[in-house]
């Protein structure tokens, strides 16, 4: 079992920059690929980016790419998300999630199914 705690999100105007950090309990947080969702009001649920259990490889969504940076410490338990150039379009609220490793590339990172573990979310909001 691993439990997840989010953290770092809050208001800032557009052009800012944010920090979350995703807390993990229990010690295989190496053995977990990590993942950043977003879900805004009236909206689907989206991946944002993601990084496997090691940090060599990471992917992202187009929409967020050249403005945000997924990383983790596997000593400390913790993934991140640098948020830079934040846009109003990018309030929702921020999920990260833990998953299997059995899968490669963008098309299997991306996609929620191997996401097993999922934390409680924190809010991001830009303003115009």
């Known amino acids: 079992q691993v439990q997840l705690v989010e953290s770092g999100g809050g208001l800032v105007q557009a052009g800012g920059s944010l920090r979350l950090s995703c807390s993990a309990s229990?010690?295989?947080?190496?053995?977990?690929?990590m993942g950043w969702f977003r879900q805004a009001p009236g909206k689907e649920r989206e991946f944002v980016a993601a990084?496997?259990?090691?940090?060599?490889?990471?992917y992202y969504a187009d929409s967020v790419k050249g403005r945000f940076t997924i990383s983790r410490n596997n000593a400390k338990n913790t993934v991140y998300l640098q948020m830079n150039s934040l846009e109003p379009e990018d309030t929702a609220v921020y999920y990260c999630?833990?998953?299997?490793?059995?899968?490669?590339?963008?098309?299997?990172?991306?996609?929620?199914?191997?996401?097993?573990?999922w934390g409680q979310g924190t809010q991001v909001t830009v303003s115009s």
């Open positions: 999630a833990a998953g299997s490793t059995s899968g490669i590339g963008f098309s299997y990172y991306s996609d929620s199914t191997p996401y097993i573990y």
């Open positions: 229990g010690r295989t947080f190496s053995s977990y690929a």
């Open positions: 990084i496997s259990n090691y940090g060599k490889s990471s």
